[in-house]
């Protein structure tokens, strides 16, 4: 019995020594990736591209975290795609690493986010129904758990764009509404998601 504790114990460090900082991303791929991916048909950077969006002007700030780009397109997601639906443009598969890439064509440079803190991810993964689907094996969703120490603000940005369109419509038929994250429940929720767990 101590034993499996102390395995356990051994366990939840190691996930934590492996929890992922956000990879770093490069400005001038990520000056590519969004032209190759479309991005600029609707939004402007620097004055230039589309005005039907708003405007992702350049943000030098500290407060502009890779948490906060991930909350910024969690939150605008179900609208997003409703206008690319719209302008008949297809909705890309944004890699983790071509997210890490326009965070830094955006921000100026890579930046880290600051740790979050794995109860209160508890919290909100309980509180924003990601516990709803994720955490019951009958409700076609994936399990999370695996995910474990290999969780980044990238990679929620890529997991929304390949895996949103599945979520946004089991929530419509579980007749939930589209959840929002601000910046630091993005950092918790990935502090939680890193954690090992059964
Ligand atoms: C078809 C048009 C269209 C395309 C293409 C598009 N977007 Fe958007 N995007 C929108 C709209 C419209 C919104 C605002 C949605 C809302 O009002 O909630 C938005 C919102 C956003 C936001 C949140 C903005 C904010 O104010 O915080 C980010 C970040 C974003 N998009 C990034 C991207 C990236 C990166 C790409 C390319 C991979 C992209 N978008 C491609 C239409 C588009
Ligand atoms: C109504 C059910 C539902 C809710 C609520 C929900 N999800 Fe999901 N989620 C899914 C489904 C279904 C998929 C797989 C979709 C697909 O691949 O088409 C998924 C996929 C994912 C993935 C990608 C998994 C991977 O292997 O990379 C992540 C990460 C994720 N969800 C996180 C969350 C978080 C965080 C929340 C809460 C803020 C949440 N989900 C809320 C149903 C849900």
């Given at each position: 019995?101590?034993?499996?504790?102390?395995?356990?114990?051994?366990?939840?460090?190691?996930?934590?020594?492996?929890?992922?900082?956000?990879?770093?991303?490069?400005?001038?791929?990520?000056?590519?990736?969004?032209?190759?991916?479309?991005?600029?048909?609707?939004?402007?950077?620097?004055?230039?591209?589309?005005?039907?969006?708003?405007a992702l002007d350049r943000r030098a700030d500290s407060s502009y975290t890779p948490a906060a780009l991930a909350s910024a397109m969690w939150n605008h997601a179900a609208a997003m795609w409703l206008a690319m639906d719209g302008a008949g443009i297809r909705r890309?598969?944004?890699?983790?690493?071509?997210?890490?890439?326009?965070?830094?064509?955006?921000?100026g440079a890579a930046r880290l986010d600051k740790r979050g803190d794995a109860r209160r991810g508890r919290q909100i993964y309980e509180a924003k129904y990601c516990a709803l689907c994720h955490d019951?094996?009958?409700?076609g969703a994936p399990g999370l758990a695996s995910l474990a120490g290999r969780v980044s603000s990238f990679y929620m940005v890529a997991a929304l764009w390949q895996h949103g369109g599945g979520m946004l419509s089991r929530m419509a038929a579980k007749?939930?509404?589209?959840?929002?994250?601000?910046?630091?429940?993005m950092a918790h929720l990935v502090a939680y998601l890193n954690t090992s767990r059964p």
């Open positions: 019995m101590k034993r499996t504790t102390v395995l356990a114990a051994v366990a939840y460090v190691a996930a934590l020594a492996l929890a992922r900082q956000d990879p770093a991303g490069d400005p001038a791929r990520g000056a590519q990736a969004f032209r190759d991916l479309k991005c600029g048909t609707c939004h402007s950077v620097g004055g230039e591209g589309g005005r039907s969006a708003p890309p598969e944004l890699t983790e690493a071509q997210a890490a890439d326009i965070f830094a064509f955006l921000a019951d094996p009958y409700s007749n939930r509404a589209w959840q929002s994250l601000d910046p630091e429940e």
